[in-house]
């Protein structure tokens, strides 16, 4: 099952190298690529998607006190089914390999938006034993996946459920990127670091917006905004 989004030259391209770093840090499986920056295995339901994405941190992203290029990080989902979700059997992971990076937990209900800091990742690393490298999403660009655990595979096996690609000039400082309210488009929120360029997506003026719907619109600015003033904005 895909979800209907509108198709791009762009997003055909973004697509394309989606799959081609998943070609080989997943299994192979049926399925097909829908919009810019992601695509959906034909024999999952999408029912929770990665929503929004922030790979190079430049504040308190998590409010511990401390920058932390590791810490900081965020990775966001959204329910988009109608039934609340049991998180409980999905992972997170970037695409370097096949170890997640993060268990969830708890349940998300529809609608809402959900978010977890590469510190919850070093937590969750240290406490089963694993190296402590959070999310580690490359900055040059990276693949952002959602995965679910098998039921009876041992040692345990995983099926991807949803993924994004993030480009380079996505992954700077305190820009994130992410589906529109209506998912027809994947924007980039550049308020507090803006892009003048030209790639795709370009610069929309829009800031971050953790665990909240991605309502943006209007143009990038002429000037970077703090991050203090940006929460005060939109608090």
């Known amino acids: 099952m895909t979800i209907g989004v509108r198709q791009t030259a762009a997003g055909w391209v973004l697509a394309a190298v989606v799959l081609a770093l ?12 829908d919009g810019p920056g992601f695509t959906v295995p ?7 998607i990665i929503n929004e994405v922030l790979a190079d941190p430049a504040s308190d992203w998590n409010k511990d006190g ?14 988009v089914s109608t039934m609340p979700l049991d998180l409980g059997t999905y992972f997170l992971r970037d695409g370097s ?9 708890g349940t998300i209900d529809p609608d809402e938006h959900a978010i977890w800091f590469g510190s919850d990742s070093v937590a969750w690393q240290a406490a089963n034993g694993l190296s402590t490298t959070g999310f580690a999403l490359n900055n040059t660009g990276d693949v ?14 995983y099926e991807l ?9 996505e992954a700077d ?9 209506l998912r027809t488009s994947w924007q980039l929120f550049d308020a507090m670091f803006p892009y003048t360029g030209a790639l795709v997506p370009v610069g929309t003026g829009c800031a971050p917006s953790p665990t909240a719907p991605n309502q943006c619109g209007g143009n990038v600015p002429t000037e970077s905004a703090s991050f203090g003033t940006l929460k005060a904005t939109y608090r």
Not at 144 to 157: E, H, Y
């Open 22 to 33: 998943l070609a080989w840090a997943l299994p192979t499986q049926a399925g097909g690529q």
């Open 66 to 79: 401390v920058v932390d290029a590791k810490g900081d990080e965020w990775i966001e989902l959204r329910n």
């Open 173 to 181: 400082d305190d820009r994130s990127s992410g589906f529109d309210w």
């Open 42 to 48: 034909g024999d999952i339901d999408p029912w929770i």
């Open 97 to 105: 390999g096949d170890t997640p990076d993060l268990q969830l937990s």
């Open 144 to 157: 952002v996946q959602l995965v679910r655990s098998i039921p009876g595979t041992s040692p345990v096996q």
């Open 161 to 169: 459920v949803f993924a994004v690609a993030i480009s380079d000039h």
